[in-house]
């Protein structure tokens, strides 16, 4: 069962809503996290560890963790998600379900 990682600034809206659509699901564990001091759950190499694929919302998010922690092998996807949506919108709901959609489908 893959571990999927989901990484925004602050882990207040784009990543748990991320993570929200992946909870529950037999072939899959989710969890997210922020790169920012101020993020309710912060990334760290435990759970870069954790992960078998993660998923960071803007390229500034892969560079972050590229430079702060070793993720030799772990698949890193940059999905280009802009700070513009609240928690659980549905329009931010609808882009991760169009580019999570193979992901989602396992």
């Known amino acids: 069962m893959p571990n999927l990682l989901f990484i925004c600034s602050k882990n207040q809206w784009r990543s748990p809503t991320a993570e929200l659509l992946f909870k529950n ?6 969890r997210s996290a922020g790169t920012s001091d101020k993020a309710r759950i912060k990334v760290s190499q435990k759970l870069i560890e954790w992960a078998d694929v993660i998923f960071v ?3 500034k998010h892969r560079d972050l963790i590229k430079q702060r922690f070793t993720s030799t092998g772990k ?7 802009e700070d513009n949506y ?3 919108d549905p329009e931010l709901v609808e882009i991760l379900q169009g580019l999570l959609v193979d992901y989602l489908e396992v």
Request: hydrophobic share 45%; net charge neutral; glycine share 0%.
């Open 86 to 88: 609240p928690f659980n």
């Open 57 to 59: 919302m803007e390229r």
């Open 75 to 81: 698949e890193l996807i940059v999905l280009n998600i």
């Open 25 to 30: 699901r037999p072939v899959h564990n989710a």
